[in-house]
């Protein structure tokens, strides 16, 4: 017998002996381990959308302080170059930042009031200029109801329930206040312990990292979202400012009644992209057109404000930002959608800084750089 002779118990196994039907079991094996996965991170991205979904009410306010935090850290800056206290500092800008909110709301009170008193007769006067229209329509809706009360059973209609009182506009601004105390309140609150303590949260980051390159990275990234968003809420703050005024001016010169309060309308608006200026122009044509007879006067208002926006939106905005400070049109646009699915107005308001967020921190981390390179509006060359 030969003592060189390799039982069969341990003989190896060659490529010959691999069958078509083993390769076959191990390229499935892969997929079918890679479902629960999937699975597993579908179900965390579901909790997530919950989570951002019932926990508005906390993270609304977190979420804005955080953001008036990043352009609110320059002059925190200089009031630490003049070597006043962070707690004093933080007193200060707050002070300052409500002081100009209230200020700037007195002044616009009365000539919101007064519109909103003359809304029953504007209404009513708007309704007259589109009379022949509302005949159209009411013609139309009369035809439905009979074809619906002949297909509905007598029994039917004597039991369909009489329809809720409509609220008051009294009762729907004391709500939409309420509201905005609830959100106003904590930001507060909130915006003054994140100026007080500075960096507290950013060194405690630091030191929970593993190892030093780990910090440095963190250190990075914290510092680009600081001064990149900065620059950017700054920058989009004084443009939006300046859209305002001009189109305060351009109001009064063109005869509109309460051209400061369109202004100031205006320049709020503009934080929302797209949708902001598009608002803008039917409000303003809607007033133009019940304030004024000529028809040059009327189309005169909408036309003067398309000229600014697209003064601002095509050559401005370009001109200062650059592209390091843009982002891709498509994603702001779903942006918009997303938060103000999740968080109503406000999180429209908080789609572009959020992205931008998103974006910064994409381009320092290496395994996130394709999923920035979606974020950002630059140009990608294409080699042939």
């Known amino acids: 017998m030969n003592d060189n002779a390799i039982p069969p118990a341990r003989a190896v196994r060659t490529g010959a002996d691999v069958t078509p039907h083993t390769e076959r079991a191990a390229s499935s094996a892969a997929p079918a381990s890679a479902i629960p996965r999937v699975a597993l991170n579908g179900l965390f991205v579901l909790a997530v959308f919950y989570t951002l979904y019932f926990a508005r009410d906390v993270l609304l306010p977190l979420v804005l302080a955080a953001m008036l935090t990043l352009v609110l850290t320059p002059v925190m800056r200089v009031l630490a170059a003049m070597r006043i206290p962070k707690p004093i500092g933080a007193a200060l800008v707050v002070a300052a930042l409500l002081g100009t909110l209230i200020a700037g709301a007195s002044l616009l009170i009365q000539p919101a009031t007064e519109w909103m008193a003359k809304a029953p007769g ?69 915006l003054y312990f994140l100026l007080a303590t500075g960096d507290l949260f950013l060194r ?35 443009i939006n400012a300046g859209l305002g005024l001009a189109t305060g001016v351009v109001m009064h010169l063109l005869g509109m009644p309460n051209p400061a309060l369109w202004g100031v309308m205006v320049a709020l608006l503009n934080y929302l992209p797209y949708l902001g200026p598009l608002i803008g122009l039917v409000v303003l044509g809607s007033v133009a057109a019940l304030t004024f007879e000529s028809l040059a006067q009327t189309l005169a208002v909408p036309l003067a404000f398309f000229a600014l926006t697209i003064l601002e939106g095509q050559i401005l905005m370009p001109w200062i930002t650059g592209r390091r400070l843009t982002l891709n049109p498509v994603v702001v646009f ?28 994409c381009d320092h981390v290496a395994w996130l750089k394709p999923f920035g390179e979606f974020l950002s509006s630059e140009r990608t060359e294409v080699p042939d």
Not at 336 to 353: E, R, T, Y
């Open 122 to 190: 504007t209404l009513t006067m708007l309704e007259e200029k589109l009379r022949t229209f509302k005949r159209s329509v009411e013609q139309v809706h009369k035809a439905a109801e009979k074809v619906e009360e002949i297909a509905t059973p007598e029994n039917a209609s004597k039991a369909r329930p009489a329809p809720p009182p409509k609220p008051t506009l009294t009762s729907r601004m004391l709500g939409g206040a309420q509201k905005v105390l609830l959100v106003a309140a904590p930001t507060v609150v909130l």
């Open 204 to 238: 405690k980051l630091v030191k929970v990292m593993p190892t030093l390159a780990d910090k440095k990275r963190a250190v990075a990234v914290a510092r680009s979202i600081q001064d990149e968003m900065a620059i950017y809420l700054f920058t989009i703050t004084c």
């Open 334 to 361: 779903l942006s918009m959608l997303f938060w103000g699915w999740l968080w109503g107005v406000i999180g429209m308001l908080l789609a572009v800084p959020i992205a931008m967020v998103l974006r910064i921190v």
